[in-house]
């Protein structure tokens, strides 16, 4: 039986409680990945879900498919957002194109077809062979089967050996120095962040976005512990910094302005109506201020 026709889902309870890579996600990561797995279970490719194409709202597939699943799930959406982008860089979800693909339940889908293969095989020799031999085909038929298993166990150790993603060699070739490098993975290490590919490439996202070298952010990154980036953090800093501009004439002067110094005596009720617009819609007068000197 294909996986995806078991009423139940298969969990490890062991490797659930021990795994260090889930153990590092919050209480709502845990929440959201076994409401997904539930989800994927369900697929008819087992443990990988496409993307619905009316859910493709935006550039960032992690925000459509956080769509996609609330709609599905009934749950709130920016709470399941937040879940994928914590298991997405633990590595425990993988976003692939528009498929999102859990990598355990397809090992364990590979698996369970490998096993199916070899049962059948064995159920052939079984009918072939005198009874007499059945038992030397059961071994050897397990045998076959462990052989498989250990196989695949190899080619997908290799693989994830192959993909291991190397976060400093990555900055390097984007131009950063390896000073800053070393501080900012002090830090990073200090929060048990894990330096996955999702997790950099995002943060060279967000390096281009704030338009400073990538020397500057993480000297900012450094400074204030940062363990990663947020474009908007910085223009939250600059726009705090700037002071706020103080205005050049009081209400006297300008009612004075109005009455005294404007030369279109005519126009005065239009201009100082003007001016009460614009003190109520922008709480400043700075617009009726250029006019009224533009005008002397």
């Given at each position: 039986m294909a996986l995806t026709d078991n009423p139940y889902l298969s969990l490890y309870v062991r490797d659930w409680l021990t795994s260090n890579k889930l153990k590092l996600c919050s209480a709502n990561a845990h929440g959201v990945l076994i409401n997904i797995m539930c989800v994927l279970h369900r697929e008819n490719d087992y443990g990988k879900i496409l993307l619905n194409q009316k859910f493709k709202q935006t550039d960032k597939q992690h925000?459509?498919?956080?769509?996609?699943?609330?709609?599905?799930l009934a749950l709130d959406f920016a709470e399941i957002e937040i879940g994928i982008l914590e298991l997405l860089d633990a590595e425990i979800l993988v976003i692939e194109g528009d498929f999102l693909i859990q990598p355990r339940m397809i090992n364990d889908a590979e698996l369970s077809r490998t096993r199916a293969l070899s049962g059948s095989?064995?159920?052939?020799?079984?009918?072939?062979?005198?009874?007499?031999?059945?038992?030397?085909?059961?071994?050897?038929?397990?045998?076959?089967?462990?052989?498989?298993?250990?196989?695949?166990?190899?080619?997908?150790?290799?693989?994830?050996?192959?993909?291991?993603?190397n976060a400093e060699k990555f900055l390097l070739e984007n131009g950063a120095s390896e000073k800053f490098i070393d501080e900012w993975f002090k830090i990073r290490k200090a929060k048990r962040l894990v330096n996955t590919d999702t997790a950099f490439q995002r943060f060279l996202d967000e390096v281009k976005k704030s338009k400073l070298p990538i020397n500057s952010v993480l000297q900012k990154c450094i400074e204030k512990s940062w363990g990663g980036f947020d474009a908007k953090w910085v223009q939250d800093e600059i726009n705090q910094e700037q002071p706020k501009q103080e205005q050049k004439y009081s209400q006297e002067e300008l009612n004075r302005m109005c009455l005294i110094n404007h030369p279109q005596r005519g126009e005065l009720q239009k201009t100082f109506?003007?001016?009460?617009?614009?003190?109520?819609?922008?709480?400043?007068?700075?617009?009726?201020?250029?006019?009224?000197e533009n005008d002397k």
């Open positions: 925000t459509n498919f956080a769509l996609y699943f609330a709609k599905l095989k064995g159920g052939k020799k079984t009918q072939k062979f005198a009874k007499k031999f059945a038992k030397a085909n059961n071994k050897a038929n397990t045998d076959i089967e462990i052989d498989i298993e250990n196989e695949i166990k190899i080619d997908n150790k290799k693989e994830v050996l192959n993909k291991k993603f109506s003007t001016y009460l617009y614009l003190q109520e819609q922008s709480k400043n007068a700075y617009e009726f201020i250029k006019f009224i």
